[in-house]
């Protein structure tokens, strides 16, 4: 019998076993407690509102943070493209089994 | 400069992104960091977005799911949330809002709540999204959303009567 790796389980902080998916509910009445719930609960949107509101800048700020992400990955990638050139530049030089210009591996002679 | 393309979209989600981050992680600096890895994260893929949900949601649905990764990686730190200080900024609505009482219990009670059902009441009662759209943006079936808003309604509303009973 196996169980399920940690990995596998659900990780959003529900309790064990806790059937929150409950497929089986009477959907229609579910809407009506819903609908219920949506007239006593007053303030709480505009608590949550209050809560979550973002700074008032945010748009400017990810602006420049998302610039700067965007720059550091760009002039990261450059600078493996020339470690790169440069590697294969050195291997190129070292490399004593080249062939020759014309092609023809040495050793082989044009019997024709 | 950035693409015209990429400012619109930072303009039109930036706002929501944080919410989603902020309810999830509750902590203001990293929620900004979670906003523009989003951004970032949905410029990078816009070319394969095939358009079959709503930029809104499809965006919304990035945030939750980097929101959940920064919120893994915050535990793979092994710190707990409240042993986290929040980082300095200067236009907290929580140290603004004194007159609110019951700011600080929904706070509270948003935190107990699991991460799915944190993004769903903020999509739902901050954002306006339909059952359907914030069902598409965290890829789970209506009837689950339904149900976690409803209990989820139900925990914040018990203890904002809490507090107004004490006061």
């Given at each position: 019998m196996s169980h399920p790796a940690p990995e596998d389980q659900p990780d959003d902080g529900s309790p064990p076993g806790e059937d929150l998916d409950d497929h089986a509910v009477d959907e229609a009445a579910l809407d009506a407690e819903l609908a219920e719930a949506e007239q006593a609960q007053g303030d709480l949107g505009v608590s949550l509102r209050a809560l979550l509101e973002p700074p008032g800048d945010i748009e400017q700020r990810t602006a420049d943070g998302v610039d700067r992400s965007l720059h550091g990955r760009s002039a990261l990638s450059l600078g493996m493209d020339l470690l790169g050139l440069g590697w294969l530049t050195i291997t190129t030089i070292l490399t004593d089994d080249l062939p020759p210009a014309d092609g023809v591996p040495e050793g082989i002679d044009d019997e024709d | 400069m950035l693409d015209r393309q990429?400012?619109?979209?930072?303009?039109?989600?930036?706002?929501?992104?944080?919410?989603?981050?902020?309810?999830?992680?509750?902590?203001?600096?990293?929620?900004?960091?979670?906003?523009?890895?989003?951004?970032?994260?949905?410029?990078?893929?816009?070319?394969?977005?095939?358009?079959?949900?709503?930029?809104?949601?499809?965006?919304?649905?990035i945030a939750h799911n980097t929101s959940i990764s920064a919120l893994r990686r915050r535990r793979d730190q092994a710190m707990a949330p409240e042993d986290l200080p929040e980082r300095a900024s200067s236009d907290d609505p929580s140290a603004r809002a004194d007159g609110m009482a019951n700011l600080a219990a929904v706070r509270h009670a948003l935190e107990g709540l699991d991460e799915v059902s944190r993004t769903i009441v903020v999509l739902r009662e901050v954002e306006g999204l339909t059952y359907q759209q914030i069902a598409d943006a965290l890829e789970v079936p209506v009837p689950t959303v339904k149900t976690r808003l409803l209990r989820a309604r139900r925990t914040l509303q018990a203890a904002v009567d809490r507090t107004e009973e004490e006061r």
């Open positions: - | 990429l400012s619109e979209l930072i303009n039109e989600h930036a706002d929501a992104v944080f919410r989603v981050a902020y309810g999830i992680l509750h902590d203001r600096g990293l929620a900004e960091d979670v906003v523009q890895e989003t951004m970032v994260k949905a410029w990078e893929s816009l070319g394969s977005f095939r358009g079959d949900a709503s930029t809104r949601t499809w965006v919304l649905r």
